[in-house]
């Protein structure tokens, strides 16, 4: 950041009073521009056996799978921005059955939340940000051309967890690395 979003004037990196971090400060009108994760929210939608994954059409990982999902906007709550996404890039509707990963990458400033999800009906299609959505049986994953490593996680865990009978809630933390 280099002005002020209120008044334009040039802001300084500096530790606040009372703060024990730098912080953009604006000299002019006292603003602190704080800067704080931000939080990605999407689905795992599951219809009979299969999953359904969005090959991406935008950058990044422009070409690979992923599981729909997208930044949260203000106003919504994390089930509804992830519902949205999943009709944005699916046109697609689920019905949410419950938190499954929270998966923290620290290294880019995010968190992404991914809900387990029940597909109400077969009437999907690729949405904008979409060239491709399609339906999975385990066997068929694209693990090599999976986008987000939340994303390989995810599925990694899901279909363990189906095995075993039983769905849990998790927690990952990504350390910083390739891919
Ligand atoms: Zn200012």
């Given at each position: 950041m280099k002005y002020c979003a209120h008044c334009g004037s040039e802001v300084e990196l500096r530790v606040p009073a009372g703060d024990n971090r730098p912080r953009h400060v604006?000299?002019?009108?006292?603003s602190i521009h704080y800067q704080n994760p931000r939080m990605v929210v999407g689905t795992l939608p599951v219809w009979e056996d299969k999953v359904m994954l969005c090959r991406r059409a935008?950058?990044?990982?422009?070409?690979y799978w992923t599981l729909p999902a997208g930044f949260m906007e203000n106003g919504e709550s994390a089930a509804e921005g992830a519902m949205r996404e999943t009709r944005e890039e699916a046109c697609a509707r689920v019905e949410l059955l419950a938190p499954y990963t929270m998966v923290s990458v620290p290294f880019i400033d995010q968190i992404h939340l991914l809900f387990r999800a029940?597909?109400?009906?077969?009437?999907f299609a690729p949405g904008t940000e979409s060239l491709e959505v399609k339906l999975f049986d385990e066997a068929d994953i694209p693990w090599d051309e999976l986008a987000f490593r939340s994303v390989s996680l995810t599925l990694r865990t899901f279909f363990e967890e189906r095995r075993q009978g039983s769905f849990g809630v998790h927690h990952f933390t990504l350390p910083a690395a390739a891919g």
């Open positions: 604006c000299p002019a009108c006292g935008i950058e990044p990982r422009h070409g029940r597909l109400l009906d077969l009437d």
